[in-house]
């Protein structure tokens, strides 16, 4: 019955490794006080801390903040780092820390914490059942996608937002996204899930069917 | 299998980190159950929109800027390494 074919969709797979080996080479010689390779660091993961913390505060200012504080304390706290992890996922974890704190102190009546229980009764069960067609590519432009994209996911509680970046934006393992935000896998999973089905329920609304909308279960 | 039952499973599903067995069976409540089916599809595009949309690219201005402060910030600190942030 369904036009497209599910077992053909390909599943949502982890972004490739970085060449840990490199990487750990790197970090050792920064230990050892090659500031240079501690920029390289810098040079290969900045963008992705930029991300990260943008998608958490919200706030150009705060993010660019983050970055800085999150490299220099990674930096100052070098020798604290036992290479059992990725370097990255450490330097995630501090550049969350720093991501999270800054949101509290915007938010000085409201405390955010990875750790808050944010399940709510219904928050998982999917209201809008409208297919996207034609996709949202066709219905807006870049700048229109982008507005909405944003708008979006600023709407999603702090706490869905970082897992669902780390995971499907940054593309890091389950494994890796609990790590970093000293989580157990089950609770990742469980924020990973209420978080997609509700930016797809926040986006059905833009690229929802208009027809469908009335078939609602 | 119910509805309710299939979204317990649609996070593994879509990670493709699923057994055979509850693959197959997610897949035969697929071919009959429109509305999982639509899920699945507009949640596995919302992964992917948002992965390509390049929402919040640094631009090289800023990103120039903040390597300069961070690797300066970083030197500081190599020569006076008690005093931190």
């Known amino acids: ?217 | 299998m119910k509805c309710s039952q299939f979204l317990q499973e649609l996070t593994d599903y879509l990670d493709g980190v699923i057994d055979d067995k509850t693959r197959a069976e997610l897949e035969d409540h697929l071919h009959w159950c429109r509305n999982c089916y639509v899920v699945v599809s507009t949640t596995k595009q919302t992964i992917e929109i948002y992965r390509d949309s390049k929402l919040y690219e640094i631009p090289d201005d800023l990103r120039s800027r903040l390597h300069s402060a961070i690797m300066s910030k970083c030197a500081a600190h190599k020569k006076n390494p008690e005093k931190k942030a």
């Open chain 1, 1 to 217: 019955m369904n036009s497209l074919n599910p077992t053909a969709m390909p599943p949502i797979q982890s972004k490739g490794t970085e060449a840990v080996t490199e990487e750990l080479a790197l970090v050792q010689a920064a230990k050892r006080g090659d500031i240079g390779a501690f920029e390289q660091l810098v040079k290969r993961y900045d963008r992705n801390v930029f991300r990260i913390a943008q998608h958490i505060t919200q706030n150009r200012e705060d993010a660019e903040d983050v970055v800085q504080d999150a490299f220099l304390k990674a930096y100052q706290n070098l020798e604290s780092f036992q290479e059992q992890s990725k370097f990255y996922t450490w330097l995630v974890r501090i550049a969350v820390n720093e991501a999270l704190m800054r949101l509290r102190k915007r938010r000085t009546a409201k405390t955010v914490s990875i750790d808050e229980d944010v399940q709510t009764e219904d928050d998982a069960i999917p209201r809008e059942i409208a297919d996207w067609s034609p996709n949202p590519e066709q219905l807006y432009d870049q700048s229109e996608l982008k507005d909405i994209l944003g708008k979006t996911i600023k709407g999603l509680p702090p706490t869905f937002r970082t897992v669902f970046v780390l995971r499907d934006v940054e593309g890091l393992s389950t494994e890796e996204t609990a790590e970093a935000l000293d989580l157990s896998v089950p609770a990742v999973k469980s924020r990973l899930l209420r978080a997609r089905l509700q930016l797809r329920d926040r986006l059905s609304k833009y690229f929802g069917k208009k027809s469908s909308r009335s078939n609602q279960p």
